[in-house]
């Protein structure tokens, strides 16, 4: 339990508190405190669920993670790896998904590092999600039928890129094309890139560098805010259809030769 006292008093100074201020905050002795501080006591299961609430950080991350090295409440890093603490929750202790708003989809290329603008994003909660650290993305054209234009996007953070599963969809953030929402082939190892496609067959696949990456969300759920129409289900039925049979013939074609 050592981290445990670490961060219990790394935490703590973060905010700038003094023993004295943070047990009226959280309605114990200072002495508490200071026993728990220098690892002479393990902390109830009652005072973690205080703390945790207090500082909006889930008491698996507060015990399983060494965050001395944090500078910031919002964003830790752990190891060589940026990873996004503490996960929002409201005052049941269940975590909250940021959303990212289609009309300033844009402005997040610019405020994905800076706590103040994750801050100020609105929040919403799935109780149906599994754990980790979710946020919606908004969805813009038809690239990955049948996901319509406007809808959303909830995705799990990715703390280690190169470990993306290959065939599975994410969001994916890049320096230079800012959002996308792209099926990813995983390169890494070979060429160091990924291949992104587009489940829409219209749309052709391209590769990025995994340098240019500057966050990857693993696919989830996603949330759509339009009804669809009867013939637009046949139609990306159909060319989910042919994207098949393409795969196939091409197989049958390799096989042939």
Sequence with gaps: MINLSKNIKHLRNLKKLTQEVLAEELKVTRSRISSYEENRSSPTIEFLIDFSKYFKI?????????????????????????????????????????VVPSKASAGYLL???????IEQLEKIKLPFLPTGKHRAFPIKGDSMLPMKDGSYVVAEFVEDIKNAKSG??????????GMTYKRVYNQVEEKQTFLLKPDNAAYQPYE???????????FTCSINTQEYEEHELKISSIIQMFNGLGVELEALKKAMH
């Design 58 to 98: 889930p008491i698996d991350i507060i015990v399983k993670n060494d965050l001395t090295k944090a500078t910031d409440v919002s964003f830790i890093e752990v190891g060589n790896k940026r990873v996004l603490f503490p996960i929002s929750v409201d005052s049941d202790n269940e975590n909250l998904i940021e």
């Design 111 to 117: 405020g994905y590092d800076d706590p103040e603008y």
């Design 168 to 177: 599975q969809s994410y969001i994916v953030i890049t320096k230079d094309d």
């Design 208 to 218: 990025i560098s995994v340098s240019e990456v500057l966050e990857l969300w693993q």
